[in-house]
């Protein structure tokens, strides 16, 4: 059996760490891409739901949501409406992070809506969701009016009032 000299040894190691590192610090990098971390809140207003949401690694980007009422998809928009209450807060630097989403013919009754960031990475080749605040549950009275329940979730981080 040949023996080994320690120099190579020591070679190999420290590649197989350089790789390790490498491979790492790669699945870090897609990670950070793909999954970005938003902050938001939302509320039943009479006749939409409306709140904000903010990409915390891109400030600057104007956020594209989805409504889902009763798990079912009920509007999209884009988040670019006035809200100085967010750079009051100190949530954003800019206040181009509202939303508003029309809800009509909705039957009468109790319903959650919950709204999804949409963020696209691999240049569009992916695409993911993120769950923005809590659930909103709220009525819809006979005229077709909403109003919010009250909420037995405590409120998150990302809540503003």
Do not use: C
Not at 96 to 107: A, D, E, F, K, R
């Amino acid at each position: 059996m040949i023996k080994t000299p320690m120099s190579l040894v020591h070679i190999l190691i420290g590649k197989s760490i350089f790789e390790t590192l490498l491979v790492v610090s790669l699945a870090v990098v897609f990670f950070l891409d793909a999954f970005p971390r938003f902050q938001g809140w939302g509320e039943a207003t009479p006749h939409a739901i409306a709140g904000w949401v903010v990409n915390n690694r891109a400030p600057w980007h104007r956020v594209e949501v989805q409504l889902f009422v009763d798990d079912q998809f009920a509007g999209r928009a884009v988040a670019n409406q006035s809200r100085t209450d967010v750079v009051a807060a100190g949530w954003s630097e800019d206040e181009w992070h509202g939303y508003t989403i029309p809800i009509s013919s909705l039957q009468a009754g109790v319903h959650e809506a919950r709204v999804y960031a949409l963020h696209d990475s691999g240049l569009g080749a992916r695409k993911t969701m993120q769950l923005v605040g809590d659930p909103i549950r709220f009525v819809v009275s006979q005229n077709g009016t909403l109003a919010p329940l009250e909420s037995t979730l405590g409120e998150t981080s990302a809540t503003i009032r």
